[in-house]
């Protein structure tokens, strides 16, 4: 059989089946390919386990996904079985295999016949317990044959807990050497250039345009979710704001096809549903039974419904091509599942020249901006390129911008380049911020517990603090303000705490050891963009021509020498318990 006479590759998912071919043939180690939702992933599993020499198991985690993959599978060879209980088959003796997790994890003497490949779809869903089932059932099947090749597919390659999912990628830049799953990421193909090509529609995303809900001060966990409870309190405030976003939604739906609607809690699903018409609009839930969420997607699929308001459970696995609206009324703190929301709605469907995607959550997420898997630090934060001084990578780190878009401030702490490569590249050594080791001096990163070079355990700030001001003769400096102003060829810095109290810092910049003191003592420490260079400046005046971009510390603790007080150690980026407590000892 052909797969000329069912189907031929686009150009990105031969390149994608040709980059997996060619890691598996020189290296054993485990890869993941990335490309966008509706790109087509199916298609490429699907080839890969045609042109497989042994046997080949692929694995996902919902049966919609099971039976779509199992499709693919179909078009291009005959010996192929499904073992999922949901699509009620259990058959895993055919060269190729398609299973749901939970069936397979359950049963793994059924899959003891060695394999030679496994392809994991939505392969972010792996965590890092060995005792998960993807971990449990992919140890069973190296234990029948250790040479097994591991491959991943996904359209978010990353975890918001625990950042990328594959230690290395091929573009040159680290992902996460220590909690990656993967190895190696091969491929990697952008939403931009599949939407331009024509095979992805246009999306357009606006802000809520009738009322918006703020959830600003909720505070996301690290998987980027909100409390259940804190996001009702807060909707129960907003009842003016549902109605008015609901009234919007009703009149755009009269010119689309299919709406999806992203609710924040089950009863805002609930209020949602209530003022939707109630013949043709459903709601799915975590606990919908089994059988009538399959009668409720079979009925918007076939377009019986025009509305399908759910709480968390359309995110992946899901492929309704007509669905040309997409209302987000819940926040995140994930650009994954911002980006597998929009997904939703970007599969190619006759008559559909567009997907309109309004954020009535005000998550402000680009959905064609780089990936970063590190929490966003603020709303109004974008990403920013930032070139490593040392070795040159670009990185790309969430930062503020100018409307011109001049970099104010980058968050970035390491450089994520790779250099190298005997036997393997290694992640870049330059930190754009870091920790200092008291012991031995070496850079660490801000958050690190023990320093990276001598293993000497590093005290977090609060419990330094603690000690050094159960002494004598400490203060505790919370600042308020920083002025820099010039006294004659005198640079001085002046701190102001919360009772207008005042403390001051001087440098001279005659010499070239004064100007590397207050480098090392100044510029380094309270530039909001480091790793950029500094203008060249010649005097105090000149470089007060830059003074925005140093940022205040938070934090001064000060020592008394004899009558004065001298400073001693400055705390940035602080949030604990000193930052409303003024301590003196």
Known sequence: MSKDDF??????????VDAAVSYFRHQHSSAVIVLPTGAGKSIVIAELARIAHGRVLILTHVKELVAQNADKAALLTDNISIYSAGLKQKLSTGKTVVAGIQSAARHPQAFDQPFSLVIIDECHRIGLDNQSQYQQLL??????????????????????????????????????????????????????????????????????????YDFSQLQADPQGNYPEAAVD??????????????????QLAKSRQGVIIFAATVRHAREIQSYLPAEDAALLTATTPAQARDEIILKFKSRQLKFLVNVAVLTTGFDAPHVDLIAIMRPTASI????QMVGRGLRLSDGKKECLIIDYAANGFDIYSPQIPQPRPAADTVPVQVECPACGFANT??????????ILEHFGRRCQGLVGGNPRPQQCSYRFRAR????????????????????????????????????????????QQMQLQADGARLV??????DGNLFHEYFQLQTTAQRRALFALLLHPHDRTPGMKFPPFANVAQLLQFADRLRAPD???????????????????????????????
């Open 7 to 16: 189907l031929q590759l686009r150009d990105y998912q031969q390149q994608a």
């Open 139 to 212: 140890q069973h099947l190296q234990r029948r044959n250790p040479a097994l090749h591991v491959l991943g597919l996904t359209a978010t390659p990353y975890r918001l807990g625990s950042g990328w999912i594959y230690k290395r990628h091929y573009h040159g830049k680290v992902g996460n050497p220590e909690k990656g799953f993967f190895d190696d990421c091969i491929f990697e193909l952008p939403l931009r250039p599949l939407i331009k090509q024509g095979y992805l529609t246009p999306p357009k995303l606006l802000d809520g345009l009738s009322a918006q």
């Open 233 to 250: 309190a807060l909707l129960d405030h907003c009842g003016r704001a549902t109605v008015a976003i609901v009234g919007q939604l009703l």
């Open 336 to 339: 994954a599942l911002f980006q």
């Open 397 to 406: 780190f969430w930062g503020k911008t100018t409307e011109d878009g001049d």
């Open 436 to 479: 200092i080791c008291p012991d031995c001096g070496a850079e660490n990163d801000i958050a690190a517990k023990e320093c990276c070079e001598c293993h000497s355990q590093l005290l977090d700030p609060d419990k330094r603090l603690k000690e050094v001001l159960a002494q004598r003769h400490h203060h505790l400096f919370r600042v």
């Open 493 to 498: 810095v002046t701190y102001s705490d919360v």
């Open 555 to 585: 934090l001064l603790l000060l020592r008394k020498q004899g009558k004065q007080w001298q400073l001693q150690e400055k705390f940035f980026d602080y949030q604990g318990r000193y930052q409303t407590e003024n301590h003196h000892s």
